[in-house]
């Protein structure tokens, strides 16, 4: 069985192609739905055998400084115009800076205990330090306008083409762990089969690690230089992308730094134990950007199956990069520990953070991962704000009456915020239930 192959574009099926989205059932404009603080919506709900071919994902979470001139319900029925490009003086917000870490993709074959795909939504397709930047890859695609690329919380669009096949059913949620509400587009597209999936098609895996910071034994030495050229023939200390058992295999990652020491970030080699591996493992590579498949640092590119997402010369200080092994995948038949030295030896004390995607055959992996709070991104250093000093003594009691009337009008505009989001997210309920029984009867017209 060959999954998403260029050579499967000739080969007429019997398969039955279906979609659930996130488009306005009432026929209306509104096609996104809300997820409110706290919650968890369910995207796809499907009865298998089947394939998720596709996830096509855009979003926007803001916070309101201050009360716009628009009441929050007058544009309750109609697309998002306000709330992705903040139009200064009539709406007054910006976007949460962190929130694709705060918004966790879940997906659940089986009724499998736990989830096998569990990763904050950003960097599950690439969006590192909650960062968006233009790049193409053979599974991952992100686009941006040029004013929300390379900032902090900027919407973008989000595309994977992994293929995900599930046996029994599949569940595709997103898990809003923000202490605001967040809008969500989405399609998931799949095919539907009328045969079993064959025993050596493996689930996808998707995990997330951190580090903040890496344990380094030297971060005040200059990378490169002759104090950091120590002897070491171990994974000890290393950072590690993966460590799974079972049998499958490793189709690659995407790794987030953000660099503290102002030079260069990489030289740590990655090392691949496979099985029963000591030392050394079965894969022993020569250095970061060499993972990566670029040399004498990382490059501005962004290939199918390797590039960099952002590029340090970019943003100073971050980098996105990425490696997909699809001709060349890593196999392993009882477990795999994936690693690379941060530094060479270990000795930067660097940010870190890593998506590793695998399939794996068997019960599909039940995964966890940090808290919230451990997982925001870190950020420039934001300078205390300017504190007001007193009127003249002329404006004094007016100033004074501004005030207390922008607080009548904040009330006025929170009051009606809440009873928007409140009908949004009972809408996204009754949604999230009509996708559900579109799927179901589109799985048994196909049989």
């Known amino acids: 069985m060959s999954l998403n192959s260029y050579l499967d574009l000739c080969r007429v099926r019997d398969r039955r192609t279906g979609r659930v989205s996130s488009w306005d059932q009432r026929g209306r404009n509104q096609d996104y739905w809300v997820v409110g603080p706290g919650e968890t919506r369910v995207l796809a709900d499907l009865e298998g055998p089947g394939i998720v071919t596709h996830?096509?994902?855009?979003?926007?979470?803001?916070?309101?400084?201050?009360?716009?001139?628009?009441?929050?319900?007058?544009?309750?029925?109609?697309?998002?115009?306000?709330?992705?490009?903040?139009?200064?003086?009539?709406?007054?917000?910006?976007?949460?800076?962190?929130?694709?870490?705060?918004?966790?993709l879940r997906v659940t074959y089986d009724d499998a205990p736990g989830p096998s795909v569990l990763v904050p939504l950003g960097d599950f397709f690439g969006v590192g330090n909650s960062m968006p930047a233009n790049y193409e890859s053979a599974f991952f695609t992100v686009t941006a306008k040029p004013e929300e690329a390379l900032r902090f919380g900027g919407s973008a669009s989000l595309n994977c083409y992994l293929p995900m096949p599930f046996r029994e059913r599949v569940r595709i949620e997103v898990v809003n762990e923000n202490d605001v509400p967040y809008a969500q587009y989405f399609h998931v597209d799949y095919e539907l089969l009328r045969e079993p999936i064959p025993d050596d098609i493996g689930y996808l895996h998707a995990s997330w690690t951190r580090s903040a910071p890496d344990s380094g034994w030297g971060p005040d030495l200059q990378v490169n230089s002759p104090e950091t050229n120590v002897a070491h023939l171990s994974d000890e200390g290393n950072y590690t992308i993966l460590d799974t058992a079972g049998r499958g295999h490793y189709v690659g990652c995407n790794l987030s730094v953000t660099h503290r020491q102002g030079s260069w970030w990489g030289e740590g080699d990655e090392m691949i134990f496979i099985d029963d591996d000591t030392w050394p493992p079965s894969l022993h590579?020569?250095?970061?950007?060499?993972?990566?498949?670029?040399?004498?640092?990382?490059?501005?590119?962004?290939y199918a199956y390797h590039g960099a997402i952002v590029h340090e010369g970019d943003v100073p200080g971050y980098a996105v990069s990425y490696r997909f092994h699809v001709v060349d995948p890593i196999r392993f038949a009882q477990r795999i520990r994936v690693s690379i030295e941060h530094g060479h030896a270990n000795h930067l004390s660097d940010d870190w953070a890593s998506t590793a995607y695998w399939y794996q055959v068997g019960d599909p992996a039940a995964l966890t991962i940090t808290p919230v709070n451990e997982r925001l991104p870190l950020r420039p250093e934001i300078s205390t704000p300017v504190q007001a000093s007193n009127p003249p003594n002329s404006l004094a009691a007016e100033v004074e009456a501004q005030r207390q009337a922008k607080t009548k009008r904040e009330r006025s505009h929170e009051e009606s915020y809440a009873k928007r989001i409140e009908e949004a997210t009972t809408r996204a309920a009754q949604q999230e239930a009509g996708n559900r029984a579109h799927a179901r009867d589109l799985r048994r017209r196909f049989g």
């Open 55 to 104: 996830l096509w994902m855009t979003q926007f979470c803001r916070r309101t400084l201050g009360p716009a001139l628009i009441d929050p319900l007058a544009s309750a029925g109609v697309a998002p115009v306000n709330e992705i490009a903040n139009a200064l003086g009539i709406t007054w917000e910006e976007p949460d800076p962190d929130y694709y870490r705060k918004v966790l």
């Open 285 to 302: 590579g020569t250095g970061t950007e060499d993972y990566f498949n670029h040399a004498w640092g990382m490059q501005r590119q962004a």
